[in-house]
Structure formats: C-alpha cells, structure tokens
C-alpha cells in the first residue's frame, strides 16, 4: 500500500514498504518557477533526517532538498539530467528526485498527511 506524506520544507515521500519515492510538492515546484537544473546524490549515499540530498535551481533561485527521513539513495531519476522541467510538468510523478531504503527506525512521526499539508500551506 502507498502513502504520501508531506515534510515541512515541501518534500513529499510516498511510502512503498520499507521503501519511498523522494520529490518535491506541486506547491515547491510553484513557488520555485521553471526549473532549470537539478543536483541529485550518488546511488548508496545515506542521508539523516535533515541532511541536503539534491538542489533544484530555478531561474529565480537555488533551493536545497532535504531528507525528510533517514534513509539510502537506491535510485535517482536520471531522467532530470536531460530534462529537468519534469518536476514542474509532475512534480509528484514523472518528477520524482530520489528512490530509498528507509532506516528501520525512520522516524515518520513529524510528517503531515496530505490534509495538514494543505493547510500548512494555505
């Protein structure tokens, strides 16, 4: 069963098991503009709950990513490379950031179901 949570700082993390997908929200994407270049971490990089693992440049600004749990990169979407506008066209699809392992003791009790989010947002 998948779930989608939401971090504080606009990353979502659709839960698959013991495993997530990592991007940013439709509201990051947004509030960043067009995106023009996107820096992802190498495959088996372990990351802390609040490590930066990517940076999204927009033609506005520079914004770091940051684990929203402690997890190990499995997969990075090597599409962003060529096309780095997939996250605004479906930032929580086709636009995903980073495939993990979460940590067996990945805390998830500080993220927000999509309707907190929402109204963290509002």
Known sequence: ???????????YVRLEGDSATIGISNYAQE????????????V???FKKGDEIAV?????AASEIY???DCTVTE???????DPGKVNMDAMGE??????SLAADADRSHLMDEAAYTTHTA
């Open 56 to 60: 999204v440049e927009s033609v506005k």
């Open 1 to 11: 069963m998948t779930k989608t949570l939401f971090s504080e700082d606009h990353e």
């Open 44 to 46: 088996g990089t372990s």
């Open 76 to 82: 990075v979407n090597e599409a962003l490379n060529e």
């Open 31 to 42: 509030q960043l503009g067009d995106i023009v270049f996107v820096e992802l971490p190498a």
């Open 95 to 100: 636009g995903w950031l980073i495939r993990v």
């Open 67 to 69: 684990a929203p749990l």
